[in-house]
């Protein structure tokens, strides 16, 4: 038999790629904000329009790119932020994996426009579908403006399966939600179809969650704070009078990134047990810090989710915590509430 098996060519490669890293607007956003953090910003600006279909634009002013890395950036598996796989298990980076701009520029019309401090002059990259369509010298603030419009243009059926586009902003707001809440420091502007919906000054935790969710959110949170040899933990929870029946606000920060973990919710949970009607969910804002090599992120293409090596000991210092601030802030009745 004839051989048959051929290197799928790279635009190919790519939009695979794309399938698992962006999956909507959102996950744009997601990964050029975290670009923004990754290039040491201190002020971030997003704009969108019509739910990010037509338009996502995230510009900052961090250290930029010279010419051949702003070409190479759209190369997959091309990345500043890991050289071997042992830095993967120390990382203070957001990306690593290289993949992103790969994988956006297969699936939209993207510009970028960066310049680093020592360039005096800026680059211009147009690129659709993994081709770049043109590159110019032009004038640039430091930092980098990526521009990405017609999401999923050459793939039909991803572009039909996008819901409504104030499903795709609510998706939007949730990502932008998390980035913003875990970098309180930065600065971030959210514009949607022209008009501005933040401008979140540089804070520290409580102040940024009170700017994203309203000043009725001071009274409820009940600060949060341990630190042991396993994790550092700091945040707040809400009185448990405030448990909605909606699960509302509810995230977890894992050395500045958002995480999804079932397994911890529910230690929360088991901390709010007999506090709150089974039916109604806790707020809370946690941000926990563990030593880098002791997870692992790489465990999905979103990094949404990731594994700790001693889940059971986290989840037992996160119980009593949260347990402890509850106590100690007088909202249990009595202060040696066991069940
Ligand atoms: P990753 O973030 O995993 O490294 P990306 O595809 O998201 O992969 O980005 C590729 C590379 O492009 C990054 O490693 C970084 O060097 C560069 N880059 C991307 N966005 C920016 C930005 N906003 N500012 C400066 N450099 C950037
Ligand atoms: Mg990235």
Redesign the pocket.
Known sequence: MADIIKLLPDHVANQIAAGEVVQRPASVVK?LM???I??GASTIKLVVKDGGKTLIQVI?D????SVT?ARL?FERH????IQKAEDLFQLNT?????????SIAAIAHVEMQ?RTAEDEVATHIKIEGSKIISQEVTVAPKG?S?MVKNLFFNIPARRNFLKSNNVELRHIMDEFHRVALAHSSINFHFYNNGSELFNLPTSNNRQRIVNIFGAKTNEKLVPVNEDTQVVQISGYISKPEYAKKSRGEQFFFVNNRFIKSPYLHHAILGAFDGLIKKENHPGYFLYLTVDPGSIDINIHPTKTEIKFDDEHTLYAILRSTVKHSLGQFNVIPSLDFEQ
């Open positions: 990964e975290e670009n923004a990754d290039a900052d961090g250290v930029g790119m890395d950036s091309a990345t500043s932020k957001k990306g690593f994996r290289g993949e992103a701009l790969a960066t980098t990526m």
